[in-house]
């Protein structure tokens, strides 16, 4: 397969930086909404985790989704390929661990949670479902930290380039 050439890697690299920036900062502003806004009331909670759904879907899932494809292009149309260097390995599969855990647990809990928040229901306030979810959901700091460990891999490059080179 053909690669690309100066221009169209440049290009590449600010399309990924600009997924990198949706994805961390989207999950970066979902931390700091969960952890440092403090909701009085049931609506206040229900505009919380309203808000959350928000940067989830047009922050946080976009930039993941642009990341994973950006890679495809990376490994087939540039010198990085897939399986040249320990840490391009890594990064695949802690972006596809993250991913995965987004769309099978994150998501499902803050969907969950914003389905079981009915403004006009003060009493779901105890609802034992809906603390568990928010408990859960603050799992994604470990997500938030496993993004700002792929970054580190991306710029600092550690471990040799393997020596069985495949693709």
């Given at each position: 397969?053909g ?19 949706m ?9 700091l909404?969960?952890?440092?806004s403090?909701p009085?009331?049931?609506?206040e909670?229900f505009m919380?985790?309203?808000i959350?759904m ?10 993941a989704i642009?990341?994973l494809?950006?890679g495809f ?15 391009l ?10 991913i995965l855990?987004g769309?099978f647990f ?5 969907t969950?949670?914003l389905e079981?928040l009915?403004?006009?229901d003060?009493?779901?306030?105890t ?5 568990e979810?928010?408990k859960l959901?603050?799992l994604?700091?470990l997500?938030v930290?496993i ?10 490059k550690?471990?040799?380039?393997r020596?069985?080179k495949?693709?």
């Amino acid at each position: 397969m053909g690669t690309l050439g100066k221009t169209g890697v440049k290009t590449v690299k600010i399309i990924h930086f600009v997924f990198i920036f949706m994805w961390l900062g989207g999950g970066i502003a979902l931390l700091l909404g969960l952890f440092l806004s403090h909701p009085q009331n049931v609506y206040e909670y229900f505009m919380k985790y309203r808000i959350l759904m928000i940067i989830e879907n047009y922050l946080v899932i976009p930039g993941a989704i642009g990341n994973l494809l950006l890679g495809f292009v990376y490994g087939f149309f540039t010198k990085w390929g897939f399986f040249k260097h320990t840490w391009l390995m890594l990064k695949w599969i802690l972006t596809i661990m993250v991913i995965l855990f987004g769309i099978f647990f994150l998501g499902p809990w803050l969907t969950e949670t914003l389905e079981i928040l009915k403004p006009q229901d003060p009493s779901v306030l105890t609802n034992e479902v809906l603390h568990e979810n928010i408990k859960l959901s603050k799992l994604g700091s470990l997500q938030v930290a496993i993004l700002l460990f792929m970054v580190y891999l991306s710029v600092f490059k550690p471990f040799k380039k393997r020596k069985n080179k495949q693709n």
